[in-house]
């Protein structure tokens, strides 16, 4: 596939996009505008009121980020129009049904006019409420399937899930989809309408108990990891964005679909510069609050493979697979990832995270330099346990006597070992099955992608998808790390 025939792909299209409040949809967005201005027009969901409202959101939300300087670079004063000649701002939420826009001219313009749909939309948070992570995650794919259909234009469906659906954590893990009568946990079917019923019901019971909105957001999240583990799933997240892939290869038909999954996504590898990033990936709160002297000591297997993969080529690879699949009345399964490739392994991280921080140290809130010393891995819970009864739990009950018997000075450093204990806890529970995992992702689907690409140098240079081509130390210490402080660090 040669640098042509991925950019002629894109020309006069009409593209809906999903999502594009987050991280790896602006990133999708940009190279699509640069890439091939003469794409005809991209209509960008954003949850808004109304369209006015909406279009504000993508001025500022969207336009306003550093992810889009290069492209108004290359446009200078110019900009403004090409944006507004290229981009329509829809109100709506996938959520709901027709994706919840109201504006019924637009929808049937929309259901004229649109080539390709992609969905990047998702919520990532690993322990989010679960009647949210379900709205969003799995019903909101189906919405999408169903307003597919009604797209005369349709050359494709694009889905970004995450490679972590599989309930695998060894060997190889193929691109395969899931089976309609798979069944999960210990013979459990899993049906979403029982999903449904089940949230309705919790969140009925926690109204006629007149539970606060702390509580019941509480009861929520965890719901939703108590329904992930009965199924084998290790958190909310995961488990939601199966069932949407499950919905997905159900409800599609003859739907054209590919979906893509991704590993741990992180900061851009090279554009439209280095080191972009919005917000915390996987493993970026616990980059950070190692840097901010939070986090010295975590539960997790040194030299298991760590998948990480730039968020450009996620990109790169979206608009490959886009190209080589469109009006293919089929579904494709394809993993970006980077283990099988380039394997990274858990404690390299870590070393890496010592190199930058001791040279270049977070500022304390009195102003000072975090001095960090090197942290280190222990993989057994026996080990860690040890460790947080001596470092945490038995300073903490000591002080915790101290201060009863009204020893004030001490309270502050109570609080504080408090708060380190309770944060360590929060990651192991929530990163544990990440720290331990061993599989490997195959990739030979996009490999074939790439071996068609590096006969072309123009298309290697525009649309990198292999993943050798990364020297992890100079990534993690030179783009990633110093892009999570620029952009992300507060």
Same mark, same amino acid.
């Given at each position: 596939?040669?640098?042509?025939?991925?950019?002629?792909?894109?020309?006069?299209?009409?593209?809906?996009?999903?999502?594009?409040?987050?991280?790896?949809?602006?990133?999708?967005?940009?190279? *699509?505008?640069?890439?091939?201005?003469?794409?005809? /027009?991209?209509?960008?969901?954003?949850?808004?009121?109304?369209?006015?409202?909406?279009?504000?959101?993508?001025?500022?939300?969207?336009?306003? @980020?550093?992810?889009?300087?290069?492209?108004?670079?290359?446009?200078?004063?110019?900009?403004?129009?090409?944006?507004?000649?290229?981009?329509?701002? *829809?109100?709506?939420?996938?959520?709901?049904?027709?994706?919840?826009?109201?504006?019924?001219?637009?929808?049937?313009?929309?259901?004229?006019?649109?080539?390709?749909?992609?969905?990047?939309?998702?919520?990532?948070?690993?322990?989010?409420?679960?009647?949210?992570?379900?709205?969003?995650?799995?019903?909101?794919?189906?919405?999408?399937?169903?307003?597919?259909? /009604?797209?005369?234009? +349709?050359?494709?469906?694009?889905?970004?899930?995450?490679?972590? *659906? %599989?309930?695998?954590?060894?060997?190889?893990?193929?691109?395969?989809?899931?089976?309609?009568?798979?069944?999960?946990?210990?013979?459990? @079917?899993? $049906?979403?309408?029982?999903?449904?019923?089940?949230?309705?019901?919790?969140?009925?019971?926690?109204?006629?108990?007149?539970? %606060?909105?702390?509580?019941?957001?509480?009861?929520?999240?965890?719901? !939703?990891?108590?329904?992930?583990?009965?199924?084998?799933?290790?958190?909310?997240?995961?488990?939601?964005?199966?069932?949407?892939?499950?919905?997905?290869?159900?409800?599609?038909?003859?739907?054209?679909?590919? #979906?893509?999954?991704?590993? #741990?996504? %992180?900061? %851009?590898?090279?554009?439209?510069?280095? !080191?972009? #990033?919005?917000?915390?990936?996987?493993?970026?709160?616990?980059? *950070?609050?190692?840097?901010?002297?939070?986090?010295?000591?975590?539960?997790?297997?040194?030299?298991?493979?760590?998948?990480?993969? =730039?968020? $450009?080529?996620?990109?790169?690879?979206?608009?490959?697979?886009?190209?080589?699949?469109?009006?293919?009345?089929?579904?494709?399964?394809?993993?970006?990832?980077?283990?099988?490739?380039?394997?990274?392994?858990?404690?390299?991280?870590?070393?890496?995270?010592?190199?930058?921080?001791?040279?270049? =140290?977070?500022?304390?809130?009195?102003?000072?330099?975090?001095?960090?010393?090197?942290?280190?891995?222990? =993989?057994?819970?026996?080990?860690?346990?040890?460790?947080?009864?001596?470092?945490?739990? +038995?300073?903490?009950?000591?002080?915790?006597?101290?201060?009863? +018997?009204?020893?004030?000075?001490?309270?502050?450093?109570?609080?504080?070992?408090?708060?380190?204990?309770?944060?360590?806890?929060?990651?192991?529970?929530?990163?544990?099955?990440?720290?331990?995992?061993?599989?490997?992702?195959?990739?030979?689907?996009?490999?074939?992608?790439?071996?068609?690409?590096?006969?072309?140098?123009?298309?290697?240079?525009?649309?990198?998808? $292999?993943?050798?081509?990364?020297?992890?130390?100079?990534?993690?210490?030179?783009?990633?790390?110093?892009?999570?402080?620029?952009?992300? #660090?507060?």
């Amino acid at each position: 596939m040669d640098f042509e025939s991925i950019a002629k792909s894109l020309e006069h299209k009409n593209i809906l996009i999903t999502g594009t409040s987050g991280f790896l949809a602006k990133i999708f967005m940009e190279k *699509v505008l640069r890439s091939q201005p003469n794409v005809k /027009k991209l209509f960008i969901l954003l949850r808004a009121e109304n369209d006015t409202l909406a279009a504000q959101r993508l001025q500022n939300e969207v336009f306003g @980020k550093k992810v889009f300087r290069v492209l108004k670079e290359e446009h200078g004063t110019g900009f403004g129009s090409f944006m507004s000649d290229k981009v329509t701002a *829809v109100a709506g939420d996938i959520s709901f049904e027709n994706l919840g826009i109201k504006d019924s001219t637009l929808k049937e313009e929309m259901w004229g006019e649109i080539n390709f749909i992609v969905n990047v939309a998702g919520n990532t948070t690993f322990d989010e409420r679960y009647d949210v992570a379900l709205s969003t995650n799995a019903l909101g794919v189906k919405h999408i399937c169903e307003f597919a259909k /009604k797209c005369t234009k +349709l050359e494709l469906l694009f889905h970004v899930s995450t490679a972590y *659906v %599989t309930r695998e954590r060894e060997g190889i893990i193929f691109e395969k989809p899931f089976q309609k009568d798979e069944t999960f946990g210990e013979n459990h @079917k899993l $049906d979403v309408a029982v999903e449904q019923k089940l949230v309705q019901e919790r969140l009925k019971g926690l109204q006629e108990e007149k539970a %606060t909105d702390e509580a019941t957001k509480l009861a929520m999240q965890d719901l !939703g990891l108590q329904r992930a583990r009965l199924f084998g799933w290790a958190n909310t997240y995961v488990f939601t964005k199966s069932i949407g892939e499950k919905l997905l290869g159900h409800l599609r038909g003859d739907l054209p679909v590919v #979906i893509l999954r991704p590993t #741990i996504i %992180t900061s %851009t590898y090279k554009e439209p510069f280095p !080191g972009w #990033i919005e917000g915390f990936r996987t493993i970026d709160s616990l980059i *950070v609050s190692y840097g901010k002297g939070k986090l010295n000591h975590f539960l997790a297997d040194p030299e298991a493979p760590l998948d990480v993969v =730039p968020g $450009d080529m996620v990109v790169n690879a979206m608009l490959a697979t886009i190209a080589a699949h469109s009006c293919q009345r089929s579904q494709f399964i394809y993993h970006a990832s980077t283990s099988t490739r380039n394997p990274l392994k858990n404690n390299a991280v870590v070393e890496f995270s010592y190199q930058y921080f001791s040279k270049n =140290p977070c500022l304390g809130r009195d102003g000072m330099p975090v001095r960090v010393t090197k942290g280190s891995l222990l =993989p057994t819970k026996a080990s860690f346990n040890n460790l947080m009864t001596l470092q945490y739990k +038995l300073p903490i009950q000591v002080l915790r006597v101290m201060n009863a +018997l009204s020893f004030q000075s001490l309270d502050n450093l109570y609080c504080n070992l408090n708060r380190k204990y309770n944060l360590i806890t929060r990651f192991v529970e929530l990163y544990e099955h990440f720290a331990f995992f061993k599989a490997r992702f195959d990739d030979s689907n996009l490999e074939k992608l790439r071996v068609n690409t590096t006969d072309d140098n123009i298309a290697s240079m525009k649309f990198y998808l $292999d993943p050798k081509c990364i020297n992890w130390e100079d990534y993690f210490i030179n783009v990633h790390i110093p892009g999570l402080v620029q952009h992300s #660090i507060k």
